[in-house]
Antibody, heavy 114, light 107 residues
Framework: QVQLAESGGGVVQPGRSLRLSCAAS????????MHWVRQAPGKGLEWVAV????????YYADSVKGRFTISRDISKNTLFLQMNTLRLEDTAMYYC???????WGQGTLVTVSS | EIVLTQSPATLSLSPGERATLSCRAS??????LAWYQQKPGQAPRLLMY???NRATGIPARFSGSGSGTDFTLTISSLEPEDFAVYFC?????????FGQGTNLEIK
């Protein structure tokens, strides 16, 4: 049974950093591309970043390029999103998702506020 | 970046009626288009992938069609649990992009 469980969200001041985690079970990260997608309150979906199945490629939305880094720990079957220099507009629910994406986690809420 | 435009923004229908949702791409995405359903407080759920393939466990009343730049999601006979927001998404080019959503509401 495929499951994705995000954690690490919270309230943070502008300019600070936060690291999100996504624990995967029921499959191995090394077999799938993995994504972070976010959704600001009451808004639509915005794709944030992706890491290829073999970890050799990463792509980022322009809005986060240079500030966010996607990575993974295969031994722990966990995906990460390091978020630096956070801005007010980064406030959103952050979802990790597998593959196409087909499976999604339930999300972790990040609130950037002074 | 490929822009996806969904129409209508809101669709008001009654249970048992047929729903037709549209998604138009600014450039061809071939058949690399997916549809998601999202209910309040929940993560998106994959309905259709590669334009016309139903995801696992999705009822047959959901169907998708189209290729290139014009796509349609059809729900043949609405059930009460179908009222939700629907997003299209392309995976033809980086960055992947989503449409702004269609809110399917009960009339």
């Amino acid at each position: 049974q495929v499951q994705l469980a995000e954690s690490g969200g919270g309230v943070v001041q502008p300019g600070r950093s936060l690291r999100l985690s996504c624990a995967a079970s029921g499959f191995t990260l090394s077999s799938y591309a993995m994504h972070w997608v976010r959704q600001a309150p009451g808004k639509g979906l915005e794709w944030v970043a992706v890491i290829s199945y073999d970890g050799s490629n990463e792509y980022y939305a322009d809005s986060v390029k240079g500030r966010f880094t996607i990575s993974r720990d295969i031994s722990k079957n966990t995906l990460f999103l390091q978020m630096n220099t956070l801005r007010l507009e980064d406030t959103a629910m952050y979802y990790c998702a597998r593959g196409a994406p087909d499976y999604w986690g339930q999300g972790t809420l990040v609130t950037v506020s002074s | 970046e490929i822009v996806l435009t969904q129409s209508p923004a809101t669709l008001s229908l009654s249970p048992g009626e047929r729903a037709t949702l549209s998604c138009r791409a600014s450039h061809s995405v071939s058949s690399y288009l997916a549809w998601y359903q999202q209910k309040p407080g929940q993560a998106p759920r994959l309905l259709m992938y590669d334009a016309s393939n139903r995801a696992t466990g999705i009822p047959a009343r959901f169907s998708g069609s189209g290729s290139g730049t014009d796509f349609t999601l059809t729900i043949s006979s609405l059930e009460p649990e179908d009222f939700a927001v629907y997003f299209c998404q392309q995976r033809s080019n980086w960055p992947y992009t989503f449409g702004q959503g269609t809110n399917l509401e009960i009339k």
